[in-house]
């Protein structure tokens, strides 16, 4: 199973709404990540999980807050958001972080992503 | 990687024909480059990789070439087919980093 799940595919969401997405995979991954992706820009990071412990967080606002219940799994807890938070959010994992093992533990294996609108 | 606005740059290529894509990075400590497609509604996908003390690595109708000295990376298709249309991303990363940087990405449009 080579397969980054997330759900839900779509979501819309008022700027006082909370919200959850989720993140799954069975790869026995140990490294886990949060990207958000405008239109025609490239992934941007904001979390990096690894052994269940969040050991990047790219100045993300407080208004994103991620949880990693276990090793497969990975949430992204939404709260009072904003229109310009609208995006692609997009879940990857990888065998470990880059930097600490040999090659080929690098390779992220991304989900399909969720679709969030703020209104 | 940096933002160029809001187009991105497209490269159109006749099915059949081989496609080169290029990506200029800017980190001279990088040691560990990707290649990805993201096609429409999905999450981008590995191509193939390169490490730094390699200059071309071949996979199935795809090659990768790295110039370090002008940093340098470019993906090469042969072959392209419709479903090779798709956005493509470099990403470099370097060793004492934990994550990877993007590149703008290319739009890849195969015509029939």
Request: aromatic fraction near 8%; charged fraction near 20%; hydrophobic fraction near 30%.
């Amino acid at each position: 199973d080579t397969e980054v799940t997330q759900t839900p595919k779509h979501l819309v969401m008022g700027m006082t709404n909370k919200k959850s997405l989720k993140c799954e995979q069975h790869m026995g991954h140990r490294a886990m990540y949060w990207y958000k992706q405008k239109a025609k820009k490239p992934p941007e990071l904001m979390f990096v999980y690894s052994y269940e412990k969040l050991s990047i967080n790219e100045s993300v606002p407080s208004r994103f807050s991620p949880e990693c219940p276990n090793s497969s799994l990975l949430n992204l807890h939404l709260h009072a958001l904003q229109p310009e938070d609208s995006a692609l959010y997009l879940c990857a994992s990888s065998q470990d972080i880059p930097g600490t093992s040999g090659r080929g533990a690098y390779e992220q294996y991304f989900g399909p992503g969720t679709r969030l609108t703020v209104t | 990687g940096e933002s160029v606005g809001l187009h991105l740059p497209t490269l159109s290529v006749q099915e059949g024909d081989n496609s080169i894509i290029n990506c200029a990075y800017s980190n001279s400590a990088s040691d560990y480059f990707i290649w990805y497609k993201q096609e429409s509604g999905k999450g981008p996908q590995f191509i193939i990789d390169i490490r730094s003390n390699m200059d071309k690595r071949q996979g199935q109708r795809v090659t990768v070439l790295l110039n370090k000295t002008v940093k340098h990376l470019s993906l090469q298709i042969a072959a392209t087919q419709p479903g090779d249309s798709a956005v493509y991303f470099c990403a470099d990363l370097t060793g004492t980093a934990s994550k990877l940087t993007f590149g703008t990405g290319t739009r890849l449009q195969v015509t029939l």
